[in-house]
């Protein structure tokens, strides 16, 4: 883990609202049919310089409550795709959880550190629950960057 002052970038994508008690019961996860449909549309409008990020935003209030994730890439433009929606990744300081392996496990085993990590009683961060992102780095390697108060 490091922690990292980040400037604010824009991303574009597709957006689904949830809850982790939903993503809990398969009959009500969201997350993996938006990821579907980021891979069949979106996708194939991708260059070599495109950055994929799963963003988390627009909390209720903590991990319990309902927010928003948006699969999203830097360079996609609103108007390629209907249904694409323009958000932002504030600026501010974050904490980079890394890990690698096979998709999606990888990236479910980090949040599973994340969670651990700011239930711990002795975690000297507080989440801003502003905006979090999954960076996906390549095929295997995923950066969780979680918002600091």
Request: a negative charge.
């Given at each position: 883990m490091k922690i990292h002052e980040l400037d604010?970038?824009?991303?574009?994508?597709?957006?689904?609202r949830t809850t982790n008690e939903n993503e809990a019961t398969p009959t009500r996860a969201k997350i993996s049919n938006l990821w579907a449909k980021f891979n069949t549309s979106?996708?194939?409008?991708?260059?070599g310089q495109s950055r994929i990020f799963g963003?988390?935003?627009n909390y209720d209030s903590d991990?319990?409550?309902a927010f928003d994730v948006i699969a999203c890439s830097?360079?996609?433009?609103?108007?390629m795709i209907s249904e694409l929606i323009h958000a932002?990744?504030?600026s501010g300081k974050y904490l980079i959880f890394s890990s690698d392996g096979e998709m999606p496990q990888a990236v479910i085993k980090l949040w599973r550190e994340v969670w651990h990590y700011f239930n711990s009683p002795?975690?000297?961060?507080?989440?801003?629950?502003?905006?979090?992102?999954?960076?996906?780095?390549?095929?295997?390697?995923v950066d969780i960057y979680i918002a600091l108060k």
């Open positions: 604010g970038f824009a991303v574009t994508g597709f957006l689904a979106a996708a194939p409008h991708l260059t963003l988390y935003t991990f319990t409550g830097d360079t996609l433009s609103p108007n932002e990744v504030r002795n975690c000297p961060y507080q989440r801003a629950y502003t905006t979090d992102f999954e960076y996906y780095k390549n095929d295997t390697e």
